[in-house]
């Protein structure tokens, strides 16, 4: 059981990195950001899938120890020293898993605080909540937040109320709730977080592009500027917290013409696919025989153990077979 946790945290770690990769080198400096999201999104769901596949290859592979000479105790002793660090690392992952859990609840519940101290406003049928929040402006799926400051400011709160629109009528939280329980379960991983911030830099910059259609481009990044955030919701879809920067150039950037996107690298995201779900799928079967009587046996220990009759028992690809039968050293 120790080990299925390690190799599925391992394999979807690589699978996540392997796919986030493939990103940076063929599909970021595209502007199709619909495409960008749906792509980052549903590898992080994949790369958590992808271990659990099973591939069923080499049936007929035979898995043989040359040598009769095996020192009984010696494996028996390597076999509890994997087993203790094994559980060392498993305790490490679990610590960190109950801190970052922790986390994304203590920020969901934050919300839910703020939403019962806010009060409660309807504009063209959309629920605005106004609260003292230190946020801003945000949303959170159906609703939108803003500080008593703007909800005055008749010149910026169009802007304000369009960009947060846009990530409502997009379903963005969906993006960031998954994101951010991807980036808890394997906090260890660093791409996690780089993958969670290019989910976020797209989202973003899709809201902006679909306020840019309506309102001038200009008075938009003032009000941006304006009434910048100090992310404290990492859930939540936050005006102008993100890439600030990074957004005006893009809003500049954008013109009515869209670029011409190769569809022949969004056509590679299938062999990458496929590459990723074979050599990270989850166990690899081999038969396994026994070379006395040469019919598989399997078993369901971990590890590395011998039974009463000095027959060794060893892991291949997270199957366990009869491998060898030890035979009686002389005493000497």
Same mark, same amino acid.
């Given at each position: 059981?120790?080990?299925?946790?390690?190799?599925?945290?391992?394999?979807?770690?690589?699978?996540?990195?392997?796919?986030?990769?493939?990103?940076?080198?063929?599909?970021?400096?595209?502007?199709?950001?619909?495409?960008?999201?749906?792509?980052?999104?549903?590898?992080?769901?994949?790369?958590?899938?992808?271990?659990?596949?099973?591939?069923?290859?080499?049936?007929?592979?035979?898995?043989?120890?040359?040598?009769?000479?095996?020192?009984?105790?010696?494996?028996?002793?390597?076999?509890?020293?994997?087993?203790?660090?094994?559980?060392?690392?498993?305790?490490?992952?679990?610590?960190?898993?109950?801190?970052?859990? @922790?986390? !994304?609840?203590?920020?969901?519940? #934050?919300?839910?605080?703020? /939403?019962? *101290?806010?009060?409660?406003? &309807? %504009?063209?049928?959309?629920?605005?909540?106004?609260?003292?929040?230190?946020?801003?402006?945000? @949303?959170? !799926?159906?609703?939108?937040?803003? #500080?008593?400051?703007?909800? /005055?400011? *008749?010149?910026?709160?169009? &802007? %304000?109320?369009?960009?947060?629109?846009?990530?409502?009528?997009?379903?963005?939280?969906?993006?960031?709730?998954?994101?951010?329980?991807?980036?808890?379960?394997?906090?260890?991983?660093?791409?996690?977080?780089?993958?969670?911030?290019?989910?976020?830099?797209?989202?973003?910059?899709?809201?902006?592009?679909?306020?840019?259609?309506?309102?001038?481009?200009?008075?938009?990044?003032?009000?941006?500027?304006?009434?910048?955030?100090?992310?404290?919701?990492?859930?939540?879809?936050?005006?102008?917290?993100?890439?600030?920067?990074?957004?005006?150039?893009?809003?500049?950037?954008?013109?009515?013409?869209?670029?011409?996107?190769?569809?022949?690298?969004?056509?590679?995201?299938?062999?990458?696919?496929?590459?990723?779900?074979?050599?990270?799928?989850?166990?690899?079967?081999?038969?396994?025989?026994?070379?006395?009587?040469?019919?598989?046996?399997?078993?369901?220990?971990?590890?590395?153990?011998?039974?009463?009759?000095?027959?060794?028992?060893?892991?291949?690809?997270?199957?366990?077979?009869?491998?060898?039968?030890?035979?009686?050293?002389?005493?000497?």
């Amino acid at each position: 059981m120790t080990n299925d946790i390690l190799i599925f945290l391992l394999r979807g770690s690589m699978s996540a990195s392997i796919l986030y990769l493939f990103y940076l080198l063929m599909l970021r400096r595209h502007s199709n950001r619909i495409f960008s999201r749906f792509y980052l999104v549903l590898s992080l769901f994949f790369a958590a899938l992808v271990p659990l596949i099973d591939i069923e290859i080499f049936k007929n592979s035979i898995l043989i120890l040359e040598s009769n000479e095996v020192d009984s105790q010696h494996l028996v002793t390597n076999a509890k020293k994997v087993t203790h660090i094994s559980y060392l690392f498993i305790v490490a992952y679990f610590l960190g898993l109950v801190f970052f859990i @922790s986390r !994304f609840f203590i920020s969901l519940f #934050s919300i839910l605080r703020i /939403t019962g *101290k806010a009060e409660k406003h &309807f %504009i063209e049928g959309h629920r605005i909540l106004v609260t003292p929040s230190a946020n801003p402006a945000f @949303s959170f !799926f159906n609703t939108i937040y803003v #500080s008593p400051k703007i909800f /005055t400011d *008749k010149v910026n709160l169009p &802007f %304000i109320l369009a960009h947060e629109l846009a990530h409502k009528n997009h379903l963005h939280s969906i993006d960031m709730v998954l994101v951010n329980l991807y980036c808890a379960i394997f906090w260890f991983n660093p791409i996690s977080y780089l993958i969670r911030r290019e989910v976020v830099t797209a989202i973003e910059h899709q809201a902006d592009q679909q306020v840019c259609q309506t309102f001038d481009k200009k008075n938009y990044i003032e009000t941006l500027l304006k009434y910048q955030t100090i992310t404290r919701l990492s859930i939540a879809n936050q005006f102008g917290s993100h890439r600030l920067i990074d957004r005006i150039k893009q809003i500049g950037t954008t013109s009515g013409k869209k670029k011409k996107s190769s569809w022949l690298s969004f056509a590679y995201c299938i062999p990458v696919i496929l590459i990723v779900t074979f050599f990270l799928g989850g166990h690899v079967q081999a038969a396994i025989a026994e070379l006395e009587t040469g019919k598989a046996e399997k078993c369901e220990c971990e590890g590395i153990h011998l039974t009463p009759d000095n027959k060794v028992i060893v892991e291949k690809q997270g199957k366990y077979g009869l491998v060898q039968t030890l035979e009686e050293r002389p005493s000497k």
